[in-house]
């Protein structure tokens, strides 16, 4: 939300307030110290279907972001109960941050396409944001990579990895909401080339980062996703 609110004042739309959506606007809006210019805490919860009704009524366009920590079938039952409210207050258009390469993300990616597909069916134009991986997802390697006895990191394999920053992200997300010829558009997002690290790489990277050797330790699990 920091990012999104950042990238709509570098778009100049003074006219336009955001609707942060949270079961606790009063935490959210602690959390991000005391608010945010331009950001209206609302309080809504997604399978609430009145309290969703009530931020989408009279809306054109809204941004759509899940929690990828759930499981598949959370992440559809999630999606469609907010696409089905949306087609029944008229919204037009949804931005839903989704994911790079889809087809080979296993259930996420069958999860992000299966919600996509229901927005369409219930009449609403799609823009679909796909990133890479999150480059703030390195912050949960920071306890093993700042480990004095044994400082390390963990991948899926020896694949290289394109990180994107989250203000790119938003930027893309922004310009979205408000440039109606990206609607229904697949919109990849990635980061510069030299942000592609395969595990050498990111061994050199952090390792001088931190001032000391890190080794690479090849996981066996997904590492936890981004926000």
């Known amino acids: 939300i920091k990012a999104l609110s950042a990238a709509y004042k570098q778009e100049g739309t003074p006219g336009y307030t955001i609707h942060a959506v949270s079961r606790n606007p009063a935490e959210l809006k602690a959390a991000l110290g005391g608010g945010l210019p331009g950001v209206e805490m609302v309080q809504g919860d997604i399978l609430d279907a009145a309290s969703v009704s009530s931020v989408l009524t009279g809306a054109e ?27 029944q207050c008229g919204v037009k258009h949804c931005v839903r941050l989704s994911s790079l390469n889809m087809g080979a993300q296993g259930a996420l990616g069958e999860a992000h396409e299966a919600g996509e597909a229901h927005m ?8 679909s944001v796909r990133p890479t991986s999150f480059s703030t997802n390195f ?13 390390k990191f963990s991948l899926l394999s020896k694949g290289a990895v394109n990180w994107v920053a989250v203000e790119d992200i938003a930027a893309v997300a922004a310009r979205s909401l408000l440039d109606r010829s990206l609607d229904g558009r697949a919109l990849d997002v990635t980061g510069p080339q030299d942000s592609t690290l395969d595990p050498d790489g990111m061994q050199k990277l952090l390792s001088a980062k931190v001032g000391r050797n890190v080794r690479y330790e090849p996981s066996e699990t997904p590492p936890p996703p981004g926000r």
């Open 61 to 87: 366009r809204f941004f759509f972001c899940l929690p990828s920590h759930l499981p598949g079938s959370e992440m559809r039952t999630h999606s469609n109960a907010v696409a089905d409210v949306a087609a």
């Open 120 to 127: 369409r069916d219930r009449g609403l134009a799609v823009t």
């Open 139 to 151: 912050s949960f390697m920071k306890g093993d990579v700042t480990n004095e006895a044994d400082p």
